[in-house]
């Protein structure tokens, strides 16, 4: 049972333009989502997070969108740059899971110079 | 050290043999986990440590499957009788709050079981 899911196991975007990374889950006592990103050969790196609470959260060049009532959320990136490519991992925890997280399956994103 | 350390980095072992990863966490880190990616998967929750509570074992897939944390800091997954399907990359986290944000992960070790 994939309580999240991202369904593009890929995304090819040029340089300067916008990238979104969408991400759907199945579990509604999920409250807080995450977006990690990984290089190879190195452990995933924390990127951005938001509560459910909310509804948007950015941080520079990253922004991440909840729609709760469709259970989906979005990671904008603007401008996209070459040293974004990497694999990009959806997360989500329950505010009684300790910090136990459900990763969706990665979206590998290629920019082009 | 300034990061989580796991070792080894590369692990190449035969079907039927058992071992151990190791995790070093972030120094006063009282949260410690344990994820494993297998080829084109998502990261799977296999066990969780926070100070001396017991461990949430609930991720872990068999009984072939253990893991300790010794004097709330250094943690081993043992994997007893490696079946192929063991191949991954095993990652290791620790977080200073026990939830969802902070969490600092390793490089991992990739498993190969042939």
């Known amino acids: 049972d994939q309580q999240v899911k991202q369904n593009s196991p890929s995304l090819s975007v040029q340089e300067g333009r916008i990238s979104i990374l969408n991400c759907d889950y199945t579990?509604?006592?999920?409250?807080?989502f995450l977006w990690y990103k990984k290089y190879p050969a190195e452990g995933p790196t924390f990127l951005i997070s938001i509560s459910s609470i909310k509804d948007k959260n950015e941080d520079g060049r990253f922004t991440v969108f909840l729609n709760k009532s469709a259970k989906h959320l979005s990671l904008h990136i603007v401008p996209s740059q070459p040293g974004d490519s990497a694999v990009y991992f959806c997360a989500a925890s329950e505010g009684t899971s300790y910090g136990k997280l459900t990763f969706g399956q990665g979206t590998i994103l290629t920019v082009h110079p | 050290g300034a990061g989580v350390s796991q070792s080894p980095s590369n692990k190449v072992t035969e079907k039927g043999k058992d071992v151990e990863l190791r995790c070093d966490p972030i120094s006063g880190h009282t949260a410690l986990y344990w994820y494993r990616q297998s080829l084109g998967q998502g990261l799977e929750f296999l066990i969780y440590f926070q100070g001396n509570s017991a461990p949430d074992k609930s991720g872990l897939p068999s009984d072939r499957f253990s893991a300790e944390r010794t004097g709330g800091s250094v943690s081993t997954l043992t994997i007893q009788r490696t079946q192929q399907e063991d191949s991954a990359v095993y990652l290791c986290a620790s977080s200073p709050y026990g939830t969802g944000y902070g969490y600092t992960f390793g490089s991992g070790t990739r498993l190969t079981v042939v």
């Open positions: 579990n509604s006592m999920f409250d807080y």
